[in-house]
């Protein structure tokens, strides 16, 4: 198996989902999702993800470019995804995509996407590699 075969069976292993339900606690006054909240959700699925490629201590160390294209509505169900997108020596970068889902139809649509960028660290804390 080549490195490039080990890298995107890594990417594929890793890919992560997870859903929660939009409930009214974690909403505010226009009825739909908080942005922090959304982003809370976003960083812990880009943890998942990346910890589970290289199996290491991992931190955030930045978030790209957000887009908040739909605000996301109490009752709906919050289904994200991540995948590693890129991987360097050191980081790896996690693509994370909200989308919403009816609760009661197969409609869905993306509301949210950004990229998070992760840092494998070691025993010390400092950066180490990802592979």
Known sequence: MTDSD???EL???SETRMIKCVFPDTTNHY???FGGTALNWMDEI???TATRFCRKKIVTVS???TDFQRPIPAGTFADMHGKVIHVGNKSLKIQVQIF???MHTNQ???AVSG???MVALNENGKPTSVL
């Open 6 to 8: 080990k890298i995107q």
């Open 11 to 13: 990417i594929r292993i």
């Open 31 to 33: 009825n739909t999702l």
């Open 46 to 48: 880009a943890f998942i």
């Open 63 to 65: 978030l790209d470019k």
């Open 100 to 102: 919403i889902e009816q």
């Open 108 to 110: 869905r649509e993306l």
């Open 115 to 117: 990229v998070f960028s």
